[in-house]
């Protein structure tokens, strides 16, 4: 309070709001202190110069950029709307697609994991009538219980957390393996799929409440130069859904060592296709894409795990360090357990500590030192991206930020009124050093409250999209 009054009484106190407010209620900005000079190298003169010292508190903010929710709600709803249109820019074009893909062979495809063993869930009927669990209760949504094990002592944690482990391997073998389907399908040798037939792809990584992986994926038939040429007849919606199928069920991976054994990690049965489809149903391209941009802020954490990693950061998780002469001395932050706290002392569910334990003890077996599990454990061993796409499917998360940057900065540009400067005759000299994360304690009330207006707003314009009671939305 005392370092907000000491911001309230200077006479930019102003300017020091607007570079909170800037932001959009990041809840952990990146500070950089440095200096810009863009020089004109024909002669010699500053057209334009910036530092960090012109600012009220002598450092630049930038948003953090991170995607996840649960760290900054605010630039994961940024990250939430480049996903969207990532994913509908394949669907429906634009962003360097053309609008012909819209007839192209295209589905929505969701491939699950197997069953490590039966669990607490809410199923439903054909007619979609909510069914009762195995333990013979109806469940709420927000019940605990929902994912955990009927039957603990049974289930096969070891199998869950490698399967999380190689689910981006498994997803790369599905993709060769639905390349193989589809010249089968052609009647083609599998060199020559690439002169008749391209793959795209684009696909979401999500947590079941169980803590296993499974994905949902765009896929769509381009002609042999991506999307701007359409695929060969033969190349149809069944055709795709077939060979999706095939390559799903007939996909492995093994997993061995001599304390699990041999183990075969594939997909779940419960292989979902359907078509994508123009109108505006429930499997639309629009309603696709924001099916996607709806889980891309969440993580692990949505299972009852924790977002952010659970291995001492002094030590790297290996419990001991290397002393001058050779030595290994027990880690004195983790007393030589790798940990950043015992898993007993989690705020988790006990479903969640013992996938967690699994992935500590898995890495102590030689086979599985690669797949880096306790440096992963937090997400339950799951190693891979959130999101990632095939190189033609459609723009990239780059693209769309590059583009929001140029545009930023030309309406900055335009607002103080200064020329737009010639590339070709200008160099821009820089030098910028970090200085910190997160706001200063005068800053987080002013960020505070631009979160709860931008919340506020957010939610008064939700509410004036939603049809009154007992009424029906009128186009007009």
């Not at 709307?81 to 962003?95: E, I, P, S, W």
């Not at 737009?420 to 997160?438: C, K, N």
């Given at each position: 309070m005392r370092d907000l009054l000491h911001l309230a009484a200077r006479d930019d106190f102003d300017r020091t709001r607007a570079t909170v407010a800037r932001l959009g209620g990041c809840t952990r900005p990146i500070a950089l202190t440095g200096h810009t000079t863009t020089?004109?190298?024909t002669t010699g003169e500053i057209v334009h110069a910036y530092a960090s010292t012109e600012e009220p508190t002598g450092r630049l903010l930038l948003p953090c950029g991170n995607r996840r929710a649960s760290r900054c709600p605010a630039c994961s709803r940024i990250y939430a709307?480049?996903?969207?249109?990532?994913?509908?820019?394949?669907?429906?074009?634009?962003?360097t697609v053309p609008d012909s893909v819209r007839a192209h062979p295209r589905v929505f495809a969701t491939l699950t994991a197997p069953s490590f063993g039966p669990v607490h869930n809410r199923e439903t009927s054909a007619t979609g009538r909510a069914l009762r669990c195995r333990c013979q209760t109806w469940h709420k949504a927000a019940d605990p219980a929902l994912g955990a094990p009927l039957d603990p002592a049974g289930y096969d944690y070891t199998g869950a957390v490698l399967f999380n482990a190689h689910a981006g391997q498994l997803w790369a073998r599905f993709t060769t393996q639905l390349r193989r389907e589809l010249a089968a399908h052609g009647d083609l040798p599998q060199r020559d799929l690439p002169g008749e037939l391209r793959l795209s792809f684009a696909k979401a990584a999500e947590y079941q409440a169980r803590g296993a992986v499974h994905f949902h994926a765009v896929i769509r038939l381009d002609g042999p130069e991506g999307p701007t040429t359409p695929p060969p007849p033969w190349a149809s919606v069944a055709t795709l859904t077939d060979a999706i199928r095939a390559a799903a069920a007939r996909v492995a991976l093994p997993a061995d060592s001599t304390a699990t054994g041999t183990l075969q990690l594939r997909f779940g049965a419960q292989t979902d296709v359907r078509e994508i489809t123009p109108d505006d149903g429930h499997h639309s391209?629009?309603?696709?894409?924001?099916?996607?941009?709806?889980?891309?802020?969440?993580g692990a954490e949505g299972t009852g795990t924790l977002d952010h990693p659970l291995y001492c950061t002094a030590c790297h998780g290996r419990g001991t360090h290397e002393t001058p002469d050779g030595r290994l001395n027990d880690c004195r932050n983790c007393d030589g357990t790798g940990q950043a706290q015992p898993p007993a002392s989690l705020p988790v569910r006990q479903h969640t500590r013992q996938l967690i334990r699994t992935c500590w003890d898995l890495a102590q077996i030689p086979e599985f030192a690669h797949l880096n599990l306790r440096r992963f454990a937090h997400t339950l061993g799951y190693r891979g991206h959130f999101a990632?796409?095939?190189?033609?499917?459609?723009?990239?998360?780059?693209a769309l930020r590059n583009d929001r940057r140029t545009w930023q900065t030309e309406q900055a540009r335009i607002r103080v009124g200064r020329p737009?400067?010639?590339?070709?005759?200008?160099?821009?000299?820089?030098?910028?050093?970090?200085?910190?994360?997160?706001y200063r304690p005068?800053?987080?009330?002013?960020a505070e409250a631009i979160r709860q207006e931008r919340a506020t707003a957010l939610q008064l314009r939700h509410e004036a999209k939603k049809p009154a009671r007992g009424t029906t939305a009128c186009a007009w």
């Open positions: 020089v004109d190298v709307a480049d996903t969207y249109h990532l994913f509908r820019a394949g669907l429906v074009g634009g962003k391209d629009r309603a696709v894409a924001g099916y996607i941009a709806k889980y891309a802020t969440k990632t796409k095939s190189r033609r499917y459609s723009t990239t998360l780059t737009a400067p010639d590339p070709v005759a200008t160099e821009t000299l820089a030098s910028w050093r970090y200085d910190g994360t997160g005068g800053e987080e009330p002013l």
